[in-house]
Nanobody, 125 residues
Framework: EVQLQASGGGLVQAGGSLRLACAVSGFTFDDDYTIGWFRQAPGKLREGVAC????????YYANPVKGRFTISRDNAKNTLYLQMNSLKPEDTAVYYCAALYGSTWYCMSELYDYWGQGTQVTVSS
């Protein structure tokens, strides 16, 4: 059974950093999966932030986070990370990690089958 568990959210001032973690079980990073980070702010649609095709390591970043957010991973721990730097108030949202079986270039939430619980990120101005 595929399970994902996101953690690491919190309250940070604008310009600060946070690192989110997504612990994965049910598959390894040698398998053909795509994992994504998504966020949903109050009153807004869920949006893709960054996605990785875990077998190849190919990455996608949404324009609003390019140059500020970085995906990394620890294969031994089967954990994916999202390093978030230079945080802005508009980054405030609940962040989720999700996975789908197969490799896709699309970082769109409706394609992803397996979801972890969200973790709240709040950036104060």
């Amino acid at each position: 059974e595929v399970q994902l568990q996101a953690s690491g959210g919190g309250l940070v001032q604008a310009g600060g950093s946070l690192r989110l973690a997504c612990a994965v079980s049910g598959f390894t990073f040698d398998d053909d999966y795509t994992i994504g980070w998504f966020r949903q702010a109050p009153g807004k649609l869920r949006e893709g932030v960054a996605c990785i095709r875990v077998r190849s390591g190919e990455l996608y970043y949404a324009n609003p986070v390019k140059g500020r957010f970085t995906i990394s991973r620890d294969n031994a721990k089967n954990t994916l990370y999202l390093q978030m730097n230079s945080l802005k108030p508009e980054d405030t949202a609940v962040y989720y990690c999700a996975a789908l079986y197969g490799s896709t270039w699309y970082c769109m939430s409706e394609l992803y089958d397996y979801w972890g619980q969200g973790t709240q990120v709040t950036v104060s101005s």
